[in-house]
Structures are given as structure tokens and as C-alpha cells.
């Protein structure tokens, strides 16, 4: 959906290293969503937003942080890298006024070596 | 915990045919299903939501079941092209929680 938009598309890092990755929409939504996921396990939810002010921890927190610079941007960070964290990463939004429905970015791909 | 699940990981027809892919969910309080197509090297797509005051959605080409009864979802898919060939995940919000939970996802593989 080229409403939500994550950076970058492929990361390839080391053990130990810093990453941030970026969220980006223009579809207006209130609600922003990280997940993770990794072949066999599906989805899992790592933060979540529901405006500016607030963050909230999801089912698979630790060793994340997040930000919620403005309405329209996420971003998520892995403070120090672990190869676990190698997985495919997707920024999700909803609608306050329709909350279920969460529409998905392109993901990103990050190697963690 | 309770979660949702997937009877088939992967599910192969021929083009043309129809095909339903299931999804079992465990938890009574769930109020809201989606199911999601996500084709390779994409985000998952929206198909289709259903309430659970339904029993029944359609959509182009697509229609879920819901079966509360016996906590089940179905995504049926008429005349099933090459196109449709994705892992399809069903998703469930529980009333009062603000965040969905996924199924693991079935493949479907459509053959010319």
C-alpha cells in the first residue's frame, strides 16, 4: 500500500550495531502499529501508537524501542542488534474511527549478522 | 493462550477452481475477523472483514463464513486465478482489546 511507506527496504547489519526503522503515512491514520514476522510464527506485535503522546508495548517488546516524531510517522529502533532480531518488519495504521481494520507498509527485510 | 490457528499450511488448486481456506479461533469474546493476502515480498493486503454478528460476507470473488458455533472462519475464493496464489492470514480482534492477533497463514498455490 503506498499510503504507509517503510525505510529502508533491505538492511543488512552486525551484531551489536544501532538500527532504526522508519514509518512513514499519508493516509491520515491516528493509530500506528510495528510487527515482526518470522516464517511459521505469523504476526507478532512488537509497539503501538494511538496518537503522538502515546506508546504502548506489544507481544514482543523487548530489545525495542520506539518513536512517534508526528501523527504520520513511527519508527522503530533496535538499540544493539541480535541475529534473533533477523526478520521481516511491518509498519501497520488504522483508522480511529474504524480501529480493527490495520492496512500494512511494504515491509523491511533486516539481517542481522 | 488463545490464539488463532490454520487447519492447512498450504492449500493447491487448479486455476478455475474455488477454494476455501479455514481458520479456527479460540477465543468467545472475539467480535471481529479479517482476513489478509499477502503475496511475496509485500505487506498484507485487506481482502475482506466480517463482524460477528454476521454469519456471512461477500466481497468480488470472495466470501467469508463465520460459524460462531463452532469458532470457525472460512475465506472462499470463486474462480481462483494465478493471481491469488499469496499466504492468506486470518486475524481477530477480542472485544475490548485494541489490537488484532494473527493466524500463522495458509499458502495457496494456483496452478495453470
Known amino acids: 500500500d503506498a499510503d504507509v511507506t517503510q525505510t529502508p527496504r533491505n538492511r543488512i547489519t552486525k551484531t551489536g550495531k544501532r538500527i532504526m526503522l522508519e514509518c512513514s503515512q499519508t493516509?491520515?491514520?491516528?493509530?500506528m502499529y510495528w510487527y515482526r514476522q518470522d516464517p511459521g510464527l505469523g504476526l507478532r506485535l512488537i509497539y503501538y501508537s494511538f496518537d503522538v503522546k502515546d506508546i504502548n508495548k506489544g507481544e514482543i517488546s523487548d530489545g525495542y524501542s520506539v518513536s512517534r516524531q508526528a501523527q504520520a510517522k513511527f519508527s522503530l529502533s533496535l538499540e544493539s542488534a541480535i541475529p534473533n532480531q533477523t526478520a521481516l518488519y511491518f509498519c501497520?495504521?488504522?483508522?480511529?474511527?474504524?480501529?480493527?481494520?490495520?492496512?500494512f507498509g511494504p515491509g523491511t527485510r533486516l539481517t542481522v549478522l | 493462550g488463545e490464539s488463532v490457528g490454520l487447519h492447512l499450511p498450504t492449500l493447491s488448486v487448479q486455476e478455475g477452481d474455488n477454494s476455501i481456506i479455514n481458520c479456527a479461533y479460540s477465543?468467545?469474546?472475539?467480535?471481529?475477523f479479517i482476513w489478509y493476502k499477502q503475496e511475496s515480498g509485500k505487506g498484507p493486503q485487506f481482502i475482506i472483514d466480517?463482524?460477528?454478528?454476521?454469519d456471512k460476507r461477500q466481497g468480488q470473488r470472495v466470501t467469508v463464513l463465520l460459524n460462531k458455533t463452532v469458532k470457525h472462519l472460512s475465506l472462499q475464493i470463486a474462480a481462483t486465478q494465478p493471481g491469488d496464489s499469496a499466504v492468506y492470514f486470518c486475524?481477530?480482534?477480542?472485544?475490548?482489546?485494541?489490537?488484532?492477533?494473527f493466524g500463522k497463514g495458509t499458502m495457496l498455490l494456483v496452478s495453470p
Open positions: 493516509k491520515g491514520h491516528d493509530r
Open positions: 501497520a495504521t488504522s483508522d480511529r474511527m474504524n480501529t480493527d481494520t490495520q492496512y
Open positions: 477465543n468467545s469474546a472475539s467480535d471481529y
Open positions: 466480517i463482524r460477528s454478528n454476521m
Open positions: 486475524a481477530e480482534n477480542i472485544s475490548g482489546y485494541s489490537t488484532l492477533t
